[in-house]
Nanobody, 123 residues
Framework: QVQLVESGGGLVQAGGSLRLDCAASGGSFSRYFIGWFRQTHGKEREFVAAISPNGGNTRYADFVQGRFTISRDNAKNTAYLQMKSLKPEDTTVYYC????????????????WGQGTLVTVSS
């Protein structure tokens, strides 16, 4: 069973960049699909990006529009979400998630979740 811990959130001005890290422990990280989601209070958790176990395939939500890049370093048991050209509407809590079975773009495809990291983009 894998445990996930996100970090890297914070306050950034519109147009700026942040990199979120998702550190994994307690499992075979290289076997998991990793996804990033975000959730604004009162709304359903929204898919952002996902990456296959060997990093060779990625998927992105339409709203990303080339601004975000998902990657992973299996030797470091860590996945990343590099975010550029951030907008105020990107302000919310970001979560990473892991799945052993599905290359999913919905919450139900993931078994394990981190606690989230807050990103705030000021205008």
């Amino acid at each position: 069973q894998v445990q996930l811990v996100e970090s890297g959130g914070g306050l950034v001005q519109a147009g700026g960049s942040l990199r979120l890290d998702c550190a994994a422990s307690g499992g075979s990280f290289s076997r998991y699909f990793i996804g990033w989601f975000r959730q604004t209070h009162g709304k359903e958790r929204e898919f952002v990006a996902a990456i296959s176990p060997n990093g060779g395939n990625t998927r992105y939500a339409d709203f990303v529009q080339g601004r975000f890049t998902i990657s992973r370093d299996n030797a470091k048991n860590t996945a990343y979400l590099q975010m550029k050209s951030l907008k105020p509407e990107d302000t919310t809590v970001y979560y990473c998630a892991a799945s052993q079975r599905y290359f999913a773009t919905t919450m139900t495809g993931y078994e394990y979740w981190g606690q989230g990291t807050l990103v705030t983009v000021s205008s």
